[in-house]
């Protein structure tokens, strides 16, 4: 029995990676709508069949990534095989962690999150915040603020995560004004507000 982990051939890597680089910049010139699979390879400096080696079509593509930008947030937030009960003293670092992850590929999140042509990745993200949100409101209980000033729970969390993705697209479309850490800190003052 081999208990290696399989490793995915550097050269799939590579290419997916020109793939996604191509796809995102494509994206910042035109609309989701005119970039086809020959755009995409051209760009990439493939063969169009190559491309279909990696996906079935450009929604299939975008899936995937989109699946993968999930599962890498996911490793940066160090939340293993979905155990979103995490600490108030984790907060802090996740979110610094996380503000730099989207600060070292600000181009790529800049377009997909700050484009309404591509729901999927925001949708992603939102969902994978709101259900932090929720397991932390949920650490709360119900001797929380939050109970005691009348606040429903999951309107908590709906403002919760949208505040948060909504700050990070803002960041993002401004050019990172801000370091990560003062965004987190900025967050965790807000946070403590009445």
Same mark, same amino acid.
């Given at each position: 029995m081999?208990?290696?982990?399989?490793?995915?051939d550097?050269?799939?890597?590579?290419?997916?990676?020109l793939?996604?680089?191509?796809f995102?910049e494509l994206?910042?010139?035109?609309?989701?709508?005119?970039?086809?699979?020959?755009?995409? @390879?051209?760009?990439?400096?493939?063969?169009?069949?190559?491309?279909?080696?990696?996906?079935?079509?450009?929604p299939?593509?975008?899936?995937?990534?989109?699946?993968?930008?999930?599962?890498?947030?996911?490793?940066?937030?160090?939340?293993?095989?979905g155990?979103?009960?995490?600490?108030?003293?984790?907060?802090?670092p996740?979110?610094?962690?996380?503000l730099?992850?989207f @600060?070292?590929?600000a181009?790529?999140y800049?377009?997909i999150l700050?484009s309404?042509r591509?729901?999927?990745?925001?949708d992603?993200?939102?969902?994978?915040?709101?259900?932090l949100?929720t397991?932390?409101i949920e650490?709360?209980?119900d001797?929380?603020?939050l109970?005691?000033?009348g606040?429903q729970?999951?309107?908590?969390?709906?403002?919760?995560?949208?505040?948060?993705?909504?700050?990070i697209?803002?960041w993002l479309?401004?050019?990172?004004?801000?370091?990560?850490?003062?965004?987190?800190?900025q967050f965790?003052?807000?946070?403590?507000l009445?």
């Amino acid at each position: 029995m081999d208990n290696r982990t399989t490793r995915t051939d550097p050269r799939i890597i590579r290419t997916r990676q020109l793939l996604k680089d191509a796809f995102v910049e494509l994206l910042q010139e035109m609309e989701i709508e005119k970039i086809s699979v020959n755009r995409i @390879a051209e760009r990439a400096t493939i063969n169009r069949v190559t491309f279909y080696l990696h996906y079935r079509d450009i929604p299939d593509m975008m899936e995937k990534m989109a699946d993968e930008m999930i599962e890498e947030i996911s490793r940066i937030l160090n939340i293993e095989s979905g155990d979103l009960h995490v600490t108030d003293e984790d907060d802090w670092p996740m979110l610094v962690n996380l503000l730099e992850h989207f @600060a070292e590929h600000a181009k790529f999140y800049k377009v997909i999150l700050g484009s309404r042509r591509t729901p999927i990745f925001t949708d992603r993200l939102l969902k994978l915040l709101t259900e932090l949100i929720t397991a932390r409101i949920e650490r709360m209980g119900d001797d929380s603020d939050l109970s005691a000033a009348g606040i429903q729970k999951d309107i908590a969390i709906w403002y919760g995560s949208s505040a948060l993705i909504g700050t990070i697209v803002s960041w993002l479309r401004k050019d990172m004004p801000y370091s990560p850490h003062f965004l987190a800190k900025q967050f965790t003052l807000m946070r403590s507000l009445p």
